[in-house]
């Protein structure tokens, strides 16, 4: 009996089913308009990049949904979506701003938005 390693090593395993995935055309939609459309919107890690197992936990059910609607015949479709942390996000900005010796308030709304 082959006994396991210790420790996970994706090379060993994920880059060959990559390249079989990709060659079977697993990551194209399927524009079939027969099958009914199931859709889930990923939103990225937020700006500041801290990523914790509530995100791990909520790719990981959306992985699991898309690949089951796959399955069940679906055409679906895993979108990345927008930044979902505006507030996160405004602080950075802020930060930035105020590094380069800016204030938010006197850049009115649509000179913060540029």
Known sequence: MKELAKTYDPKGIEDRLYEKWEEKGYFKPDPDKSKKPFTIVMPPPNITGQLHMGHALDNTLQDILIRYKRMKGYRTLWQPGTDHAAISTE???????KEKGIEK???????FLE
Request: no cysteine; glycine share 14%; net charge negative.
């Open 105 to 111: 308030d006197s850049l009115g709304r649509e000179g």
């Open 91 to 97: 602080v950075k900005v802020i930060e930035s701003l």
